[in-house]
């Protein structure tokens, strides 16, 4: 009789902990439950680097993406086109990319056509090369409200579809800020600390 009250609490254990366990390793999987389709992963597409590498410290923030650290940003010329690679890190370690060509953008291999990522990224201030611009220090929409500071800076402030647009360039640093939405894309030499005294003595 014990050894029969015994295998039986044993069983009920066993299987309270076996439901206790299915339990939880569902949990992590609801997503694949719903009536949403499971999005298939897309590789970014392989560019061929033309030009060495250029550290940079970037801050980006938005609805889509948020990121600070050094990155390297890469580029191919081609004949109507430039692509761009920027290798984000973190803590030293290559976390991933954004890779732009004439037709996509990737973020970290969630790749999508440039005019769609672009309104997800920016907000109703977008059009497609619009975050190719920043990145190669362009002219953003055609130029608009461009105008050059006492320092040589050139920078543009203008309103676009009813907000306010902050985008200044100089040598080693490219800012752009939507003063309404809160997005910012900075973009800044990167200066290894061990030989920053040795560049402010200079």
């Known amino acids: 009789m014990f050894f029969t009250n015994l295998l039986n609490n044993k069983s009920a254990i066993l299987s309270s902990i076996l439901i206790a366990f299915f339990l939880v390793s569902c949990a992590g999987t609801k997503k694949f439950f719903t009536n949403q389709p499971v ?8 560019i061929d680097i033309s030009t060495p590498p250029d550290f940079k410290i970037i801050y980006i923030k938005s609805p889509t993406f ?10 191919e010329e081609n004949v109507d086109y430039t692509n761009i690679m920027v ?9 991933g990319n954004i890779t732009i060509t ?30 190719d611009d920043i990145i190669l220090g362009k002219d953003i929409f055609n130029g608009k409200g461009k105008m050059i500071n006492a320092d ?18 100089k040598q080693d640093h490219i800012l ?20 920053q005294y040795d560049i402010e003595d200079e």
């Open 39 to 46: 999005r298939a992963h897309k590789q970014a597409p392989q």
């Open 152 to 169: 040589g800076a050139l920078v543009q402030r203008f309103q676009q579809s009813g907000q306010i647009i902050y985008y200044l360039r």
């Open 176 to 195: 752009f800020q939507n003063l309404n939405t809160g997005v910012v894309i900075s973009i800044d030499k990167y200066i290894d600390p061990a030989k």
């Open 87 to 95: 290798e984000l890190f973190k803590l030293g370690k290559n976390i």
């Open 102 to 131: 004439k037709n996509q953008i990737c973020f970290m291999n969630d790749c999508a056509k440039k005019w769609p990522a672009s309104k997800n990224f920016f907000g109703k201030v977008a059009y497609a090369n619009l975050f």
């Open 66 to 75: 948020n990121y600070y650290d050094y990155a390297l940003i890469r580029t």
